[in-house]
């Protein structure tokens, strides 16, 4: 659920990096973090867990322009990977704009990534949220690995509705940005409809 500061004149945008445990969605943030303007981005925060951590960080995209006059921030979170922290993935997915699932391209993964995908599509309708209405995109990580499956595999078995679909390698940054920009054109493009 987008939060307009109007003393700020600011947009606040919450993005939601969800997918099975050690796919890359830490991966994914990082990178970003590391990327992003120091002057354009808040702290880096991580709560971690035993065995899975979540991150979270805000940033203004000085490119992506502004709706009706207002600055656009977004709000990167990453869910814990693990399915035995279920409640923590329903409560950072409260409130999102848009969804990243970072599905891991190992073959050997195949099942995880369709469990986890099950589980956002759960967590998602436990919020009172639809992935069918929901700003989405799927990003096919650790391309650059051995042992991969084909991406019409990965996209027969993930793809949920005609969403984009990036190749990536988080560890490179190679997808992380036009993932990133893909689904927060999507968020703007329901703001600006909404």
Known sequence: MTFIN??????NCKIVYYGPG???KTTNIQYI????NPNAKGKLISLATETDRTL?????????GNIRGFRTRFHLYTVPGQVFYDASRKLILKGADGVIFVA???????EANVESLRNLQANLKAQGLDLLKIPYVLQLNK????????VEKMVQQLRIKGEPVFQASAVKGTGVFDTLKAVAKLVLGQLKRG
């Open 33 to 36: 973090y590391d990327k992003t």
């Open 6 to 11: 109007y003393a700020a004149r600011e947009i």
């Open 104 to 110: 891991d391209s190992q073959d050997a993964r195949l």
């Open 143 to 150: 391309r650059d690995l051995p042992a991969v499956a084909t």
């Open 22 to 24: 050690l796919c890359g």
């Open 56 to 64: 979270f960080f805000d940033f203004l995209p000085l490119d992506l």
